[in-house]
């Protein structure tokens, strides 16, 4: 039987790398398909230098960058198409016309302009252009068959801002490779050691989290925070805080595996792949309440959501309480990594990307239009 031609097109900017990388792997190891991929990366900008008109919303040059880099690709003949954005939804239209299409999306125009109002950020030019965004994600999204939501939020997204059944969207959340992804013994003696990780450092509460730590938890603690965000070389860090940068991902791993709580006040994210990586770990882990979270922090169970806007005395309280039970991390660590266990193992994500692509063969077969 003739393999499935796929044509794959992804963007590995920002927080998508990790994602796309095991989305590859997930698509190399199914048998009866035949891949081809165009990545669309940070180099890429410099390569396929955007006009003014695209260079005045980060979408529009994201697709005008898209579009340049795949374009000789697009002149082979593929059964089945896959993106990894709205973006890229937007800008392949026409083949999702023409070919059973799926899309795996962290976010939609909607969920991205909520979040940003709950922030405080608002203002006639970014209201319009969510609606610029919106509609043109909401012309769009019918032609593509099948959808992969990261998480909740984006996936009621889909069914309620843009029409799209349910029955139609699997969500994926961020899997992890648990075989290497593991915990490992723990004495939780003093000091306690906290954990951060992240770029876009302001975005994801690093001024919040310094303010925290060296007015309420120094002394108490030592706070580790791996971020390669240049605006951190201007912070003066607290004595106990370490800043450890350039570190690739399996680098990390130790340092997840010798912490003991991780801590990340973000203010915007959309299921964010650190702390499935620190579930899966079994790092009880303590997050502002935003839907970006709330599929994998579970108060009480796998960690603590903090009101939006909760002083930070109030997470330092919280945090106190944890710290001096040893026996409620251990129990919440044991939770966070039977949580990632039921729900991050990469066999289930493996699975759930092999039923969509089968049933987009299926239509490619009966002919999809």
């Known amino acids: ?39 669309i990366g940070p180099e890429d900008y410099a390569k396929y230098r955007a006009p003014w008109w695209a260079r005045t919303m980060d979408p529009w040059e994201f697709e005008f960058v898209a579009r340049r880099k795949a374009q000789g690709a697009l002149d082979g003949r593929f059964d089945i198409l896959l993106v990894n ?57 019918g032609r593509f068959d099948y959808f992969l939501p990261k998480g909740s939020e984006c996936a009621d997204s ?10 139609r969207c699997f969500t994926t959340l961020a899997p992890q490779h648990l075989d290497s992804w593991k915990p ?33 938890l120094a002394g108490f603690c030592t706070l580790t925070i791996a971020s390669d965000d240049p605006a951190m070389k201007g912070e003066r860090l607290p004595p ?21 709580i991780f801590v990340f006040p973000s203010q915007q994210d959309f299921t964010p792949e650190v702390l499935c990586e620190a579930l899966a770990v079994g790092l009880p882990c303590f997050t502002t309440d935003i839907e970006g979270v709330r599929d994998l922090v579970r108060n009480g169970e796998t960690g603590f959501r903090m009101p939006r806007g909760a002083s930070a005395e109030a997470w330092a309280a919280q945090l106190h309480r944890l710290l001096a039970n040893p026996a409620e991390i251990g129990r919440m660590s044991a939770n966070a990594r039977r949580f ?12 759930l990307i092999a039923d969509v692509m089968e049933r987009l063969r299926v239509t490619a077969q009966r002919g999809k239009r």
């Open 1 to 39: 039987m003739a393999k499935t031609k796929a044509l794959c097109i992804f963007g590995t900017l920002l927080g998508n790398k990790t994602m796309v990388s095991k989305l590859v792997e997930a698509l190399d190891g199914l048998p009866e398909l035949e891949p081809t991929y165009v990545l």
């Open 85 to 141: 954005s709205w973006e890229l939804a937007v800008e392949f239209r026409e083949l999702a016309r023409a070919l059973p299409s799926a899309v795996v999306l962290d976010a939609t125009p909607a969920t991205i302009h909520r979040q940003l109002r709950q922030r405080g950020i608002t203002g006639w030019k970014r209201t319009l252009a969510n609606q610029v965004h919106h509609r043109s994600f909401a012309v769009v999204a």
């Open 158 to 167: 889909l069914h309620f801002d843009y029409g799209i059944a349910r029955e």
């Open 184 to 216: 490992t013994a723990r004495s939780y003696s003093p000091p306690a050691r906290l954990l951060f990780v992240g770029n876009d450092f302001t975005r994801k509460g690093g001024d919040f989290l310094l303010r925290l730590y060296a007015d309420h």
């Open 240 to 260: 106990g805080v370490e800043w450890l940068r350039g570190k690739r991902r399996d680098e990390l791993l130790p340092v997840f595996q010798s912490s003991d």
């Open 340 to 351: 990632a266990e039921e729900n991050l193992n990469f066999d289930r994500f493996t699975s």
